[in-house]
């Protein structure tokens, strides 16, 4: 079974074609916060670069990476830090 990191590894390579990509799953950080739960899963930091960005605002990058994940956000996975790599 994959992991939700995993999950969202394969999401966004099939997506985006990242030439970087650095998924970390944070939730320890967020223990008792909004969203968290036993055993984590629910908050990630995502690093990503790929020729999909070029020509594209910050904004619209961030979309990209949220279009790309729309069904682990909507399945349990409460947040979401975005670094778009230029």
């Known amino acids: 079974m994959m ?21 970390r799953d944070v939730s320890h950080q967020h223990h008792g916060h909004a969203g968290w739960r036993e055993g984590g ?6 690093d990503i670069a790929s020729p999909a960005f070029d020509g594209q605002t910050r904004v619209m990058a961030h979309r990209l990476v ?21």
């Open 66 to 86: 949220n279009d790309a994940l729309a069904e682990e956000l909507a399945g349990g996975l409460h947040a979401l830090q975005i670094k778009i790599i230029r």
């Open 41 to 46: 899963e629910t908050h990630f930091e995502v």
């Open 3 to 23: 992991t939700r990191q995993d999950r969202i590894i394969a999401q966004l390579t099939a997506a985006l074609a990242p030439t970087a990509l650095e998924v």
